[in-house]
């Protein structure tokens, strides 16, 4: 199994609408990356963004959810190919 290289990976704010990725990491302090983690965002979840200019509207899980644009900085995905 390959990891995915570094050029690949982006944040989730700026993966394009409609499009699919797979959380690869997350930033920011241990309180954030646990919360996101518990809404779903967690590394190899699958994302898709439906849209937004910030709010982000994502879902996960089954489940849309708005991120801000600083909680979607610190959501690195690698985007998926469109199937």
Sequence with gaps: ??????????????LPA????RVRELSGDTDFCQRVREMGFG?????????????????VNGTRIALSHSAAMCILVEQLSRR
């Design 18 to 21: 409609g499009m699919q990725g």
């Design 1 to 14: 199994m390959t990891s995915p290289s570094l050029n690949s990976l982006l944040p989730l704010c700026q």
């Design 43 to 59: 590394e190899s979840a699958c994302v898709t963004k439906i849209g937004g200019r910030g709010p982000f509207i994502c879902q």
